[in-house]
């Protein structure tokens, strides 16, 4: 993407450091990524909420509710999902340098993109989870009917019907949702921003 040659970024005065300091915890972004039906939304919501109860300061960017504002002029063409990635992890960047603990629950199909958004945080700010639940159980999950939906062709590029999914290679973190209660999966993902000292 081309940029302008008339916008220049600015330094703040109040730097990411010092709002930390005044939240009294490092900012961060948990990106999840999973099928459609693996429970990426479900644990994002339950992860904000342990940390919010605990006194920490917290958004979820998810999937749904960005398509209805911010990527609300984007489709689910292969073009458009890498276009609604992007901003996606230029909005959580802005939101860890105010000093928030992000978690971003989108799909995220591509390897490409994730890597992309990854690139855009120091190592120890971004931390991939993988929502790992098999197509079937996703399928199963379906409350709105978009993989039924899919199958006989109303939903076009839908990710695991005609759309891959590119499963992580090495994830900070992988939760298997077939098998781990919500509570042990809500655990695993605080414990490990424990471990990373961005919750006490």
Not at 18 to 35: D, E, I
Not at 75 to 90: G, L, P, V
Not at 151 to 170: C, H, L
Request: aromatic content about 8%.
């Amino acid at each position: 993407m081309k940029h302008s040659t008339n916008v220049f970024y600015q330094n703040s005065a109040v730097t990411q450091e010092l709002r930390n300091q005044l939240n009294g915890h490092k900012s961060a972004v948990v990106w999840f990524t999973g099928l459609s039906g693996s429970g990426k939304s479900t644990l994002a919501h339950a992860v904000e909420k342990r940390l919010y109860d605990l006194g920490y300061r917290t958004f979820v960017l998810d999937g749904d509710n960005v398509r209805h504002g911010l990527s609300s002029n984007l489709a689910f063409s292969n073009e458009d999902r890498k276009e609604n990635i992007r901003r996606i992890s230029e909005v959580a960047k802005l939101m860890t340098e105010a000093g928030i603990i992000v978690m971003t629950a989108f799909i995220s199909p591509f390897i490409a993109e994730r890597n992309l958004a990854r690139l855009l945080f120091p190592n120890d700010v971004f931390i991939e989870v993988y929502c790992k639940a098999s197509l079937e159980v996703c399928e199963l999950r379906d409350v709105k009917g978009l993989y039924k939906r899919a199958r006989i062709g109303e939903i076009k590029s839908y990710t695991g019907v005609d759309s891959p999914y590119e499963t992580p290679k090495d994830p900070e973190l992988i939760v298997d949702t077939e098998i781990e209660s919500l509570e042990e999966s809500v655990s695993k993902v605080v414990g490990l921003l424990s471990l990373r000292g961005v919750v006490g």
